[in-house]
């Protein structure tokens, strides 16, 4: 008897657990795909040096990414461009273009680092190809209704690409 109500016991608490959440980290701020770092270098660094270091940054692709500026202001320190990750979601040739606003503020010893505005767009057959947010997709995707089986892929590349990116940037401004 004892071994039946111990049985039932651990069936109903297994099946009363909570769905598995998912186990990606991209981080949000106000509902929105938003990645951001504030770096403190060496105090003696000057606004002007770090300016040139970011702009030297944004002409050089980096390994996961295409970099652009769209705008630049050397009073304010500030360098806005837009990044391009590709990332290939399988064997069959699909991939997605994932697009964002890269926002950058120097300051005396040290810059800040953003990036939002995130947009994705499926590169494959029978697909309409146009860019969507991602936040819907990651939104269905974390609550368990993924839109393809790539989303986990996608939702992985795009984590692993901006951290390596955010990284680049970091190597570049220590030198």
């Known amino acids: 008897m004892f071994k039946t109500i ?5 069936l109903l608490l297994f099946l009363n657990a909570p769905a598995q959440v998912s186990k990606i980290d991209i981080p949000m701020k ?11 270098l060496s105090p003696g660094l000057q606004q002007q040096e770090l300016y ?10 980096a390994q996961s990414a295409k970099k652009i500026t769209t705008s630049s202001d050397k009073n ?16 069959t040739g699909n991939y997605y273009l994932v697009r964002f606003v890269i926002d950058i503020k120097v300051h005396k010893g040290g810059y ?6 995130f947009y994705e767009k499926p590169i494959e057959s029978g697909i309409s190809n146009e860019y969507s947010k991602i936040e819907y997709r990651w939104w269905d ?3 368990g209704k993924p839109w393809s089986a790539e989303d986990e892929t996608l939702f992985k590349g795009i984590t692993a690409d901006e951290n390596a990116l955010m990284s680049s940037l ?6």
């Open 6 to 10: 111990l049985s039932i016991s651990f």
């Open 170 to 175: 970091e190597d570049k401004m220590k030198i």
């Open 30 to 40: 106000k509902g929105k795909v938003y990645y951001e770092k504030n770096y403190e």
């Open 76 to 91: 304010t320190g500030e360098i806005i461009g837009t990044g391009l990750f590709k990332i290939v979601t399988g064997s």
């Open 112 to 117: 800040t680092f953003s990036a939002s505005g």
């Open 141 to 143: 995707y974390r609550q």
């Open 52 to 61: 040139k270091r970011v702009l030297k940054w944004f002409k050089q692709d």
